[in-house]
């Protein structure tokens, strides 16, 4: 069984930052990127950020290209999202997902991955 586990949400005015953690456990498996999406109250699941894990080259969607930082530390099977110059409209619940072989045609859609953790809430006031 393959655990993704997320922390680091919370509440934070607009203009602040949060660092989101992911960390994978259970069943050895190589995954070949993970990636961070989100889900708005009402909304479908967007793509935020992905990173390919073995050099470490990033992805943004541009709503956040500049503001948020997507990171990974192999040695510890964890990714981070720094996420600075927070907006209201950044109000979701954010995923990390992780991919067994990432594309560069699904990389920023839900079915380029194949675990997921349970989500956490990150809520930006104004």
């Known amino acids: 069984q393959v655990q993704l586990v997320e922390s680091g949400g919370g509440l934070v005015q607009a203009g602040g930052s949060l660092r989101l953690s992911c960390a994978v456990s259970?069943?050895?498996?190589?995954?070949?990127?993970m990636a961070w999406f989100r889900q708005a109250a009402g909304k479908e699941r967007t793509f935020v950020a992905a990173?390919?894990?073995?050099?470490?080259?990033?992805y943004y969607h541009d709503s956040v290209k500049g503001r948020f930082t997507i990171s990974r530390d192999t040695t510890k099977n964890t990714v981070f999202l720094q996420m600075d110059g927070l907006k209201p409209e950044d109000t979701a619940i954010y995923f990390c997902?992780?991919?067994?072989?990432?594309?560069?045609?699904?990389?920023?859609?839900?079915?380029?991955?194949?675990?997921w953790g349970q989500g956490t809430q990150v809520t930006v006031s104004s």
């Open positions: 997902a992780a991919a067994l072989a990432l594309s560069g045609h699904t990389l920023k859609t839900t079915r380029g991955y194949t675990y």
């Open positions: 259970g069943r050895t498996f190589s995954h070949t990127g």
């Open positions: 990173i390919r894990w073995n050099d470490g080259t990033t």
